[in-house]
């Protein structure tokens, strides 16, 4: 496969082994509403954040949305084509492979880009994320061909892109998405009746019926209506969804056993109408040789409304991001994608619940409608922003504020998130670890050093878990009660012991390997062979995961 190469190449493709491990601490003060729902706003360098959440959520995130810089001429103080190519590629690598680490096998991430870099963000996402798990590159109409744009000679720029990649494409699942659009005239036909007896139906038109219901007579009613003329027939097909046909022209290989013989029949008795049971357990229906087609099965839920749909395709010029500026009350000078964006890409990857996750959070957007969504965030922002914009704006989508797509989803409020900051290395200058880290800390680094998993454990027992038939303990901080210099952190015939019946607790029949991880060993070389026991010292042998 083709590789893109760059000034700096070889040094950024090692930057996310490099990043050191950090905490993240609480700043409640700046937390709101119902922090038992998981969801974080985190401030701080997003490559040092995600490299902070592996050991936590490494395999978890079902969905990413990130809006990066569009790499313009703006986006740096000195530009330089080339140097501003290879600084941007710079910042993307190692982040892409952090977020690529976060995501569940069945998951996916979403980039918007403009085609400054979009070309490059794809070559170098073939290669991140495998090339055979490309999903699509959405164009997204951002704008119209209108204003001061309009003036410069040549083509107007009104497009921006969506490219996405699965983490692998065999698991991923995309939903259904509809979109809505306008009135299919094919569908001309009402059905009048009782809906229950097909063997009474009679047809008239749409337009007669749609006249009728007015009380007029169709020219008068055009008149009558004006420019909303369209609409209120929209709305009366809509509404009348179960009644509305079309006659559509089948072949016979194509209706299914039961389906042969109603068609079969339908040929031969003009006027009536004759029904076949689907597999389903629904029917369909034929007349005089054609299949009736209902409008209801056109009809989707788009933004809370019933409306004429069809399936989403690669361009979306159906969302508007003219008034994206309004949303959330807070402005923000590099510009915001529409809540309306964030949704469809949600409403195509993911289910209540799941957990979805924007490293250049920018205003708070994609935090704000997976809020609003019911799906569980995390949200990164480096600056004030986080302070200043996210954190605000996410504390009016819990009191339930109505802008976006509150209503479109029947947003009332409730919810919450925790505020975090990026604290101390948990490493220190020669990859060791510090030794005021908590216990649950160390844990969670261990267990994912050891097993490339996020750790699930309390923090109230040495036993870290059993993974692949190997258990894992760690003697740190006096987790067994002894607070004591190097008491309980000992690897002793005692520890050993209590290891042991932590492990009989979860596993009664457990015969596997042991790695043990203390601050020294007093168990001879023998007796760590003959108990299949691997010893490790910290804080000499944990070190920064590479």
Same mark, same amino acid.
């Given at each position: 496969?083709?590789?893109?190469?760059?000034?700096?190449?070889?040094?950024?493709?090692?930057?996310?082994?490099?990043?050191?491990?950090?905490?993240?601490? =609480?700043?409640?003060? &700046?937390?709101?509403?119902?922090?038992?729902?998981?969801?974080?706003?985190?401030?701080?360098?997003?490559?040092?954040? &995600?490299?902070?959440?592996?050991?936590?959520?490494?395999?978890?995130?079902?969905?990413?949305?990130?809006?990066?810089?569009?790499?313009? @001429?703006?986006?740096?103080?000195?530009?330089?084509?080339?140097?501003?190519?290879?600084?941007?590629?710079?910042?993307?690598?190692?982040?892409? =492979?952090? %977020?690529?680490?976060?995501? /569940?096998?069945?998951?996916?991430?979403?980039?918007?880009?403009?085609?400054?870099?979009?070309?490059?963000?794809?070559?170098?996402?073939?290669?991140?994320?495998?090339?055979? !798990?490309?999903?699509?590159?959405?164009?997204?109409? #951002?704008?119209?061909?209108?204003?001061?744009?309009?003036?410069?000679?040549?083509?107007?720029?009104?497009?921006?892109?969506?490219?996405?990649?699965?983490?692998?494409?065999?698991?991923?699942?995309?939903?259904?998405?509809? @979109?809505?659009?306008?009135?299919?005239?094919?569908?001309?036909?009402?059905?009048?009746? *009782?809906?229950?007896?097909?063997?009474?139906?009679?047809?008239?038109?749409?337009?007669?019926?749609?006249?009728?219901?007015?009380?007029?007579?169709?020219? #008068?009613?055009?008149?009558?209506?004006?420019?909303?003329?369209?609409?209120?027939?929209?709305?009366?097909?809509?509404?009348?969804?179960?009644?509305?046909? #079309?006659?559509?022209?089948?072949?016979? #290989?194509?209706?299914?056993?039961?389906?042969?013989?109603?068609?079969?029949?339908?040929?031969?008795?003009?006027?009536?109408?004759?029904?076949?049971?689907?597999?389903?357990?629904?029917?369909?229906?034929?007349?005089?040789?054609?299949?009736?087609?209902?409008?209801? !099965?056109?009809?989707?839920?788009?933004?809370?409304?019933?409306?004429?749909?069809?399936?989403?395709?690669?361009?979306?010029?159906?969302?508007?991001? !003219?008034?994206?500026?309004?949303?959330?009350?807070?402005?923000?000078?590099?510009?915001?994608?529409?809540?309306?964006?964030?949704?469809?890409?949600?409403?195509?990857?993911?289910?209540?619940?799941?957990?979805? &996750?924007?490293?250049?959070? $920018?205003?708070?957007?994609?935090?704000?409608?997976?809020?609003?969504?019911?799906?569980?965030?995390?949200?990164?922002?480096?600056?004030?922003?986080?302070? /200043?914009?996210?954190?605000? @704006?996410?504390?009016?989508?819990?009191?339930?504020?109505?802008?976006?797509?509150?209503?479109?989803?029947?947003?009332?409020?409730? $919810? $919450?998130?925790?505020?975090?900051?990026?604290?101390?290395?948990?490493?220190?200058?020669?990859?060791?670890?510090?030794?005021?880290?908590?216990?649950?800390?160390?844990?969670?680094?261990?267990?994912?050093?050891?097993?490339?998993?996020?750790? *699930?454990?309390? $923090?109230?027992?040495?036993?870290?878990?059993?993974?692949?038939?190997?258990?894992?303990?760690?003697?740190?901080?006096?987790?067994?009660?002894?607070?004591?210099?190097?008491?309980?952190?000992?690897? /002793?015939?005692?520890?050993?012991?209590?290891?042991?019946?932590?492990?009989?607790?979860?596993?009664?029949?457990?015969?596997?390997? %042991?790695?043990?991880?203390?601050?020294?060993?007093?168990?001879?070389?023998?007796?760590?062979?003959?108990?299949?026991?691997?010893?490790?010292?910290?804080?000499?042998?944990?070190?920064?995961?590479?």
């Amino acid at each position: 496969m083709p590789i893109l190469n760059w000034l700096t190449r070889e040094e950024n493709i090692r930057t996310a082994q490099r990043v050191p491990y950090r905490l993240l601490e =609480e700043v409640s003060d &700046l937390s709101a509403g119902d922090d038992g729902e998981g969801n974080l706003l985190i401030q701080g360098d997003n490559l040092e954040a &995600l490299k902070a959440l592996l050991p936590f959520y490494a395999g978890r995130v079902k969905c990413i949305y990130i809006d990066p810089p569009y790499n313009t @001429r703006s986006a740096f103080e000195h530009y330089d084509d080339n140097l501003e190519h290879t600084q941007w590629l710079a910042m993307m690598w190692p982040r892409l =492979e952090l %977020l690529r680490d976060l995501l /569940t096998e069945d998951g996916s991430i979403w980039v918007s880009i403009d085609d400054n870099e979009a070309h490059y963000l794809k070559v170098i996402m073939d290669e991140i994320f495998g090339r055979k !798990n490309f999903i699509n590159s959405v164009t997204f109409k #951002q704008s119209s061909v209108s204003g001061p744009k309009t003036i410069n000679p040549g083509m107007v720029t009104i497009a921006s892109y969506v490219i996405g990649f699965a983490n692998r494409k065999a698991s991923w699942r995309p939903k259904h998405v509809r @979109r809505g659009r306008e009135r299919d005239p094919r569908y001309s036909q009402f059905i009048i009746g *009782d809906m229950t007896t097909e063997t009474e139906w009679e047809f008239s038109t749409v337009l007669k019926e749609f006249a009728k219901a007015h009380g007029m007579k169709l020219n #008068q009613l055009k008149s009558y209506l004006g420019d909303d003329y369209e609409e209120e027939l929209h709305r009366f097909v809509i509404k009348n969804r179960d009644r509305v046909v #079309q006659r559509v022209r089948i072949q016979d #290989q194509d209706a299914g056993e039961a389906g042969r013989v109603a068609l079969a029949k339908s040929r031969k008795a003009p006027g009536v109408v004759f029904s076949a049971r689907r597999d389903d357990g629904g029917f369909n229906f034929y007349i005089e040789g054609k299949q009736l087609a209902f409008y209801k !099965n056109k009809v989707a839920d788009v933004g809370g409304q019933l409306v004429t749909g069809e399936p989403i395709s690669d361009i979306w010029d159906d969302i508007l991001a !003219n008034n994206s500026h309004n949303e959330g009350g807070v402005a923000f000078d590099g510009g915001k994608k529409p809540e309306a964006l964030i949704q469809r890409i949600f409403e195509l990857t993911t289910e209540p619940g799941e957990l979805v &996750l924007d490293s250049f959070l $920018g205003s708070g957007t994609t935090a704000a409608v997976a809020q609003k969504m019911g799906r569980r965030y995390i949200g990164i922002e480096m600056g004030e922003h986080a302070r /200043t914009h996210c954190a605000p @704006r996410l504390e009016k989508v819990i009191e339930g504020e109505q802008g976006g797509i509150s209503k479109a989803v029947n947003w009332e409020g409730g $919810g $919450g998130f925790r505020f975090l900051r990026l604290g101390p290395p948990v490493f220190d200058e020669e990859g060791h670890i510090r030794q005021d880290i908590r216990f649950a800390v160390l844990a969670a680094h261990v267990w994912f050093s050891e097993t490339d998993r996020p750790w *699930d454990g309390s $923090g109230d027992s040495p036993l870290l878990g059993i993974h692949n038939g190997h258990a894992h303990a760690l003697l740190y901080n006096g987790i067994l009660g002894d607070k004591r210099p190097g008491g309980g952190n000992v690897l /002793t015939r005692a520890t050993l012991a209590l290891i042991r019946e932590e492990i009989t607790k979860v596993a009664p029949d457990f015969d596997g390997p %042991l790695t043990v991880y203390g601050e020294q060993s007093r168990l001879t070389p023998t007796t760590l062979d003959r108990e299949s026991i691997t010893f490790k010292q910290t804080p000499y042998d944990v070190k920064a995961r590479a």
